[in-house]
């Protein structure tokens, strides 16, 4: 049974670099597709990208310049970093997988404040 | 605004069927057979019901049921059940350049 996991701070102050990270238990991160997605308060689901298992990345063209995602299979670890943050990045931030549209598996969520 | 266009809200009766749609463009849902509904209910992660617009995952009861026609694909719900009362929401794939579009969610309730 996969599971996923995020941590990371849950304060980010506005123009700093949010980061977050997801760990993949219980199944391999081979040949999969490893996404963020996020939903701000009150509101629908935002998909923020994704990586393949290979390192090649896709991004919301909305958030394309301001977003990372990256993949450590050695950790089973894919992380995030989203940078210049505003108020409009506050939201609840999923790790999901394995392919571009089927999530199977999803992380509890992790709600990120921006805030100072 | 999102890339999909689906209805706030929908509603039924115990044991009745509804349907919500999902409106998009030949540029994603109309062009790809990777359509995806996701139950969310409140405070919890989504949880996939209906993949590649007409197959369900192990465990989804067949209350559940996609479609497609055109650039509009379809969940229809039926035998409404009071733990159906949830946020719906659809996604497709759209192409390299922006791969993954989520419809707006509708809100399903059960009267």
């Known amino acids: 049974q996969v599971q996923l996991q995020e941590s990371g701070p849950g304060l980010v102050k506005p123009s700093e670099t949010l980061s977050l990270t997801c760990t993949v238990s219980g199944g391999s991160m081979n040949n999969y597709y490893w996404s963020w997605i996020r939903q701000p308060p009150g509101k629908g689901l935002e998909w923020v990208g994704y990586i393949y298992y290979s390192g090649s990345a896709s991004y919301n063209p909305s958030l394309k310049s301001r977003v990372t995602i990256s993949l450590d299979t050695s950790k089973k670890q894919f992380s995030l970093r989203l940078s210049s943050v505003t108020a409009a990045d506050t939201a609840v931030y999923y790790c999901?997988?394995?392919?571009?549209?089927?999530?199977?598996?999803w992380g509890q969520g992790t709600l990120v404040t921006v805030s100072s | 605004q999102s890339a999909l266009t689906q209805p706030p809200s929908a509603s039924g009766s115990p044991g009745q069927s509804v349907t919500i749609s999902c409106t998009g463009t030949s540029s994603d849902v109309g062009g790809y057979n990777y359509v995806s509904w996701y139950q969310q209910h409140p405070g919890k992660a989504p949880k996939l019901m209906i993949y590649?617009?007409?197959k369900r995952p192990s465990g989804v009861p067949d209350r559940f049921s996609g479609s497609k026609s055109g650039n509009t694909a379809s969940l229809t719900v039926s035998g409404l059940q009071a733990d159906d009362e949830a946020d719906y929401y659809c996604v497709s794939f759209a192409g390299d350049n922006n791969p993954v579009v989520f419809g707006g969610g509708t809100k399903l309730t059960v009267l």
């Open positions: 590649e617009v007409t």
């Open positions: 999901a997988g394995p392919y571009r549209v089927t999530q199977y598996y």
